[in-house]
């Protein structure tokens, strides 16, 4: 397992921006650019769903729902990964969780308002 902390949610108005954030903590720093790692969402009412994803070489995919809108990065040398979220709709709504090899981040909530 490698143990992850999530961060960087909020409150914002639909069209604006927001960058989350995870840290692999307990991660050694030469083992961390070789995992994959992803960020999820979580909607009241629904089941958790991929966001994006970025694997260790540092390809990235993203759900439809968020294409062109969100981008999955990565820093080794930080044991870190984010997700910038652009255009920011309603629908985005949701807590937003970093998945790294068998762990989850503790979640971050992300409102946004119309």
């Known amino acids: 397992q490698v143990p992850v902390m999530d961060s960087g949610g909020g409150l914002v108005q639909a069209g604006g921006s927001l960058r989350l954030s995870c840290v692999a903590y307990?991660?050694?720093?030469?083992?961390?650019?070789?995992?994959?790692m992803a960020w999820y969402r979580q909607a009241p009412g629904n089941e958790r769903e991929l966001v994006a994803e970025?694997?260790?070489?540092?390809?990235?995919t993203y759900a439809d729902s968020v294409k062109g809108r969100f981008t999955i990065s990565r820093n080794n040398g930080k044991k870190m990964i984010y997700l910038q979220m652009n255009d920011l709709k309603p629908e985005d709504t949701a807590v937003y969780y970093c998945?790294?090899?068998?762990?989850w981040g503790q979640g971050t909530q992300v409102t946004v308002s119309s």
């Open positions: 998945r790294s090899p068998g762990s």
């Open positions: 307990r991660s050694i720093l030469s083992s961390f650019s070789g995992y994959d």
């Open positions: 970025i694997s260790a070489g540092g390809r990235t």
